[in-house]
């Protein structure tokens, strides 16, 4: 589900230009890190839970789950820039934002490697210590956000101005779903084993991998919150279902046309 919806919302950013603009590059590319999650990590985690994991296995596991976390963060920096300080933003150049991208990707490969060499008690630490960075990161920059869009409720803004408030409200809702989802995860790891333990032994339901299912159902919230929020997605992706049923039909209806033809019965003569 994961792996198919965010191939969904890549596609429809893909096909119609008006939706690849300098506000949604740090979208698609937290719906591409999506995609990874749920094509690489989640197979991964699946599969290899249970194994002892080598460096690579390890580091590609965590790599897209720490650039999809970066991501919410660079997102909320982008927003807070943009609600902030409107008319510096709209100079930001398209070079700008693919320097972010390739920063985020980077930072996140060189963690993933880091932390795959690291003791299980030094990871989880660690773990815990970017998840805090990064809560903390999101909260300011849209707490910062609310105050600012509270303040010129009652003024009048149209026009882009509206659009980029809009827009961060929408992400505003994507970060909560995220954090909402990742936390009870986030909690559960940084509670002492020995706890832990005796929950799993007095409940008939494993709560590490209710949880981790949880955690991940957060990679397909993001493209139902776009659907709901933004109207040129909604838009982009009724074309795109359009699309594929004139597409079946006429598949269908050149089959209809050939059936019959390879279907009479030769006359002996």
Not at 40 to 66: C, D, M, Q
Request: some cysteine; charged content about 15%.
């Amino acid at each position: 589900m994961i792996s198919i919806i965010n191939a969904i919302t890549i596609t429809a950013f893909a096909r119609h230009r008006h939706l690849r603009k300098r506000s949604t590059y740090l979208i698609i590319n937290l719906t591409a890190a999506d995609l990874l999650v749920g094509a690489v990590t989640e197979p991964l985690y699946s599969l290899n839970r249970h194994k002892e994991n080598n460096v690579f296995r390890g580091a590609s596991k965590l790599t897209f789950l720490i650039a999809s976390y970066m991501n919410l963060a660079f997102i909320s920096l982008e927003r807070l820039h943009a609600t902030i300080f409107p008319f510096r933003h709209c100079l930001i150049t398209k070079w700008i934002y693919m320097k972010i991208i390739i920063t985020c990707w980077s930072i996140s490969l060189l963690l993933a490697f880091g932390m795959a060499v690291l003791s299980e008690e030094v990871f989880l630490f660690t773990w815990a210590s970017f998840s805090a960075v990064t809560l903390v990161v999101l909260a300011v920059c849209y707490i910062i956000i609310i105050v600012n869009v509270q303040r010129s409720s009652h003024s009048q803004h149209h026009g882009s101005n509206h659009k980029e408030r809009k827009l961060s409200i929408t992400l505003l809702i994507v970060t909560a779903v995220s954090v909402l989802a990742i936390l009870p995860m986030a909690i559960y790891k940084s509670m002492p084993q020995h706890i832990t333990k005796k929950w799993n032994s007095a409940s008939n339901v494993n709560i590490h991998d209710t949880l981790a299912v949880i955690s991940f159902a957060n990679f397909i919230v993001n493209p139902l919150v776009y659907a709901i929020r933004m109207h040129e997605f909604r838009k982009a992706l009724r074309n795109l279902v359009s699309r594929q049923r004139q597409a079946g039909r006429r598949q269908q209806t050149s089959t209809d046309q050939k059936r019959p033809q390879s279907s009479q019965p030769q006359t002996m003569l």
